[in-house]
């Protein structure tokens, strides 16, 4: 027998990957910030090689996530109505943009920095590589990268003040748990 209530909570799939991309991206930050922080030669090389690897394996989750929510993942009604909902549903938006923008971003950074991955194998820099391309490409993604925690950041104090303030289930809706 199915019921006509709505389900309180999202699937455990979408749980997983709305977590495993604020984990991924969160690392990723703080693991940027860290990568000069390491020595010269095979250690930079490892922390560097450490943020490509996770940096595409958080495009692959996130053409997962996409591909999940948009076929069977479960979609729960509006938490807000009005301007709100348009601002939170913007919000969204605007994280899955930066989100996709900020991968082949990264992607063509290594490409024209010509980085060694572990030492295993050299990526060769694009044949018009100049300081200033490599420079500008780094600052975008490094302003993609600091976007991105400020977007997340605002929409983690969304939801803490909608389970707060306003004591509703908003912040549980995404909480791993029963139903």
């Known amino acids: 027998m199915k019921s006509d209530i709505a389900?309180?909570?999202y699937d455990r799939a979408t749980l997983c990957f709305h977590w495993i991309t604020a984990l991924l991206?969160?690392?990723q930050w703080v693991g940027a910030h860290l990568i000069d922080d390491f020595a010269k030669g095979f250690p930079r090389v490892a922390a560097r090689s450490v943020h490509i690897t996770f940096g595409l394996t958080l495009g692959v989750v996130l053409i997962a996530r996409i591909f999940w929510r948009g076929t069977q993942g479960r979609h729960l009604p509006p938490a807000d109505r009005g301007f709100l909902q348009v601002i939170a549903k913007g919000t969204h938006y605007l994280l899955y943009a930066l989100l996709v923008t900020i991968v082949p971003v990264g992607m063509f950074l290594v490409w024209v920095q010509g980085d060694s991955y572990f030492d295993l194998?050299?990526?060769p820099a694009f044949a018009g590589t100049t300081k200033v391309l490599r420079n500008n490409v780094g600052e975008l993604h490094e302003w993609l990268g600091n976007t991105i925690l400020i977007v997340a950041g605002?929409?983690?104090l969304a939801a803490l003040f909608h389970h707060f303030v306003w004591r509703d289930n908003v912040l549980r809706r995404m909480l791993p748990g029963k139903s």
Do not use: G, L, T, Y
Request: hydrophobic letters at 40%; glycine letters at 0%.
């Open 7 to 9: 389900p309180e909570r």
């Open 25 to 27: 991206v969160i690392e």
């Open 121 to 123: 194998f050299k990526v």
């Open 154 to 156: 605002i929409h983690s």
